[in-house]
């Protein structure tokens, strides 16, 4: 069974631009949540979708935001890119509220 | 005061040994709780959950949850090199809410 999947791998953006992740779940799961690892850090929880529905967010501006697909997959975009925002973006899925698996992450690199 | 606490490390252990990983949290309502595994450059793994009080066993790996004392533990037995790596624990508090809090990890090396 294919894991949790995450486009691009890498990223390289500078400051004022957009970006745009993308997240397919793993199969079946319908809930996609996206995380922030940014050195120093550690592991901040974003962004939490169920069924097309944005259910919660972390503490982050509103400049990061995303939506979920009818195929559950779901896009992360971050606009007005700060340096501060390079960090890996994780996305992790769930069939519910049961354990959370993580994909390989993108590496969101702001010049 | 942070909501999930662990010690950074390093923590080495040589190989065969028992490595034990300790958290605790601030939040009394946690009701699950989860260890996953990092390698350097890499994304979580997930290695265990724990839901309720007592031990948790899954091959060389044991998970520890004392809710009273708000501690939530790992065990690695008979330690290997491969398991060098930062070890996150990750806390989930009600109700509905399905954001994972991390602790900062702690940075297991087994010396071989």
């Known amino acids: 069974e294919a894991g949790v999947t995450q486009s691009p791998t890498h990223l390289i953006k500078t400051r004022g631009q957009q970006a745009t992740l993308r997240c397919s779940p793993i199969?079946?799961?319908?809930?996609v949540y996206w995380y922030q690892q940014a050195l120093g850090l550690g592991l901040q929880f974003l962004l939490w979708?169920?069924?097309?529905?944005?259910?919660n967010r972390g503490n982050f501006p509103p400049r990061f935001s995303g939506r979920q697909f009818p195929n559950y997959s779901s896009e992360l975009n971050v606009n007005a890119l700060e340096l501060e925002d390079s960090a890996l973006y994780l996305c992790a899925s769930s069939l519910g509220a049961a354990e959370q698996f993580f994909g390989p992450g993108t590496r969101l690199t702001v010049l | 005061q942070k909501e999930v606490e662990q010690n950074s490390g390093p923590l080495s252990v040589p190989e065969g040994a028992i490595a034990s990983l300790n958290c605790t949290y601030s939040?009394?309502?946690?009701?699950?709780f989860f260890w996953y595994r990092q390698y350097s450059g890499k994304s979580p793994e997930l290695i265990m959950s724990i839901y309720s009080n007592g031990d948790k066993e899954d091959g060389r790996f044991t998970a520890q949850l004392n809710k009273a004392s708000q501690y939530v533990s790992l065990l690695i037995r008979d330690s290997q090199p491969s398991d060098s790596a930062t070890y996150l624990c990750a806390v989930r508090n009600p109700p509905g809410r399905r954001a994972l809090t991390f602790g900062s990890g702690t940075r297991l090396q087994v010396q071989p």
């Open positions: 939040d009394r309502g946690s009701q699950s």
């Open positions: 199969s079946g799961h319908t809930s």
């Open positions: 979708y169920d069924e097309g529905e944005e259910r």
